[in-house]
C-alpha cells in the first residue's frame, strides 16, 4: 500500500529488454538506502518489488518503463498517512491533452478510458503516474479529468515535465471499486 505521497524523482540508468518485460535499474539516492530486496516501490505508480539494491539504485523487473519516474516506498502505517491509499495497481492509462500555467497552480487535464470514469468523481481521490490527487472536475462527454498541480507537486514529480499526448498511469480509489462491488453482489 502506498499513499500517493511522491518522495524522489528517480532515473532510470538501464533498461534490459527481454522478450515480454524489461529489467530495469533505476538511480535514487534518497531512497536507495532504505531499500531492501523484495521490497515494494511505487514506480510511476506501479508497484514494483527490488530484486536488486545498491547504495543509490534498485532494480526491478518492468512489463513497462520510462526514462524519468516518480518513487515512492510503501506506506508505514506507524507514521501519518497523506495522500490517500494508492496500491500501485494500474488501473488503466489516459493521455495527456493540456498543462496549462496559472499563477500559483498549472491545470492539468487527462483523457481516460470511458470505463474508468464511474470510478472518478469531483473532489474524490486519483492517482496520476504514481501521485496521490485530488479531482477538481469529471468531464463525462469528452473523459476529460482535471486536476491541479499545485509547486510542490510539480517540484517533486515529473508530471509537470511531460507533453501533450504522453501516457499516464491511471489508479482510481480502490474504495469506489469495492462500493461498485458490495452493490453487484447485495
Not at 137 to 159: A, G, M, Q
Request: with cysteine; net charge negative; glycine share 8%.
Amino acid at each position: 500500500m502506498f499513499t500517493g505521497l511522491i518522495q524522489e524523482r528517480g532515473s532510470v540508468t538501464t533498461i534490459v529488454r527481454q522478450e515480454t518485460s524489461a529489467q530495469i535499474t533505476i538511480k535514487a539516492p534518497l531512497l536507495a538506502p532504505q531499500i531492501k530486496t523484495g521490497d515494494s516501490v511505487s514506480v510511476d505508480g506501479v508497484c514494483l518489488t527490488a530484486t536488486a539494491v545498491t547504495a543509490d539504485s534498485f532494480t526491478a523487473d518492468a512489463m513497462v518503463q520510462t526514462l524519468a519516474v516518480n518513487l515512492e516506498l510503501a506506506a508505514r502505517l506507524d507514521a501519518r498517512m497523506g495522500g490517500h491509499i494508492v496500491q500501485g495497481h494500474v488501473d488503466g492509462t489516459g493521455t495527456l491533452v493540456a498543462l496549462t500555467p496559472g499563477e500559483q497552480w498549472m491545470k492539468c487535464e487527462v483523457k481516460v478510458d470511458k470505463a474508468l470514469l464511474k470510478y472518478i468523481v469531483a473532489k474524490g481521490s486519483i492517482c496520476f503516474s504514481g501521485i496521490s490527487l485530488t479531482v477538481g472536475e469529471v468531464h463525462d462527454e469528452t473523459s476529460v479529468v482535471t486536476v491541479w498541480l499545485i509547486p510542490e507537486t510539480l517540484e517533486r514529480t515529473t508530471i509537470g515535465k511531460k507533453k501533450v499526448g504522453d501516457v499516464i498511469n491511471i489508479e482510481v480509489d480502490v474504495l469506489a471499486k469495492y462500493v461498485e462491488r458490495m452493490m453487484e453482489k447485495k
